[in-house]
């Protein structure tokens, strides 16, 4: 679990305003990547990284936008935050053992839009 | 692309007694088949995993089914005990594709 930390933990903003959430990994792992979890829906892939400026879509990914500048970092932002985008975000690590795709989680970011 | 259903949306069980999740999916190239189990407030944690070359595995309590012909896969937990209750999540992947596709969950309650 220390491998994994997730900035901020929790956010109350308002609509329209931009925010950014911060992963931040020690395990020098290649893979990351970005989830949204509501109630009835499971956990929904926004965005992923394979590698140092390699990022790649997800299946909701509409509103979002990632950067990975660093192998230890992965930034989402919205640019325009709306009262849809309230959820609890995950980021994920995974180092791909050879062709298997083992993930393992942060603890979480509750982001609510007003 | 992928997608996963998984069944029940909720399980009731009384201690001792055996849990049975079920999930299905639709890609035939999937071949990794994560569980995750989640307390709330918690992150999703990794609890078993089975893989497309073997059809089950068992880990002490639970245990892992995959019939590749039906496409689905099942996680078993026997001797249910309260602590077991959470959310569990089924997910499945192939491994060129990079990408989990979860289920929607399934909250399990171990009544004392």
């Known amino acids: 679990d220390a491998g994994i930390t997730q900035s901020p933990r929790h956010k109350v903003t308002e609509t329209g305003t931009p925010v950014t959430l911060r992963c931040h990994q020690t395990e020098n792992h290649r893979y990351m990547y970005w989830y949204r979890q509501d109630p009835g829906h499971g956990l929904r892939l926004i965005h992923y990284?394979?590698?140092?400026?390699?990022?790649d879509k997800g299946e909701v990914s509409d509103g979002y936008s990632v950067s990975r500048s660093k192998t230890e970092d992965f930034l989402l932002t919205l640019e325009s935050a709306t009262s849809s985008q309230t959820s609890v975000y995950f980021c994920?690590?995974?180092?791909?053992?050879?062709?298997?795709?083992?993930?393992?989680f942060g603890p979480g970011t509750r982001l609510t839009v007003l | 692309g992928e997608n996963v259903e998984q069944h029940p949306s909720t399980l009731s069980v009384q201690e001792g007694d055996s849990a049975v999740i079920k999930c299905t999916y639709s890609?035939?190239?999937?071949?990794?088949f994560p569980w995750y189990k989640q307390e709330l407030g918690k992150r999703p944690q990794l609890i078993i995993d089975?893989?497309?070359?073997?059809g089950e595995k068992k880990d002490q309590r639970i245990a892992v089914t995959l019939n590749k012909t039906a496409k689905h896969f099942s996680l078993h937990i026997t001797e249910t005990q309260p602590e077991d209750s959470a959310v569990y999540f089924c997910a499945a992947s192939r491994g060129s594709a990079r990408q989990l596709t979860f289920g929607s969950g399934t909250q399990l309650t171990v009544l004392p």
């Open positions: 994920a690590i995974s180092e791909q053992t050879g062709s298997y795709n083992e993930q393992f």
């Open positions: 089975i893989r497309s070359n073997v």
């Open positions: 890609d035939s190239a999937s071949n990794y």
């Open positions: 990284s394979y590698g140092v400026k390699d990022t």
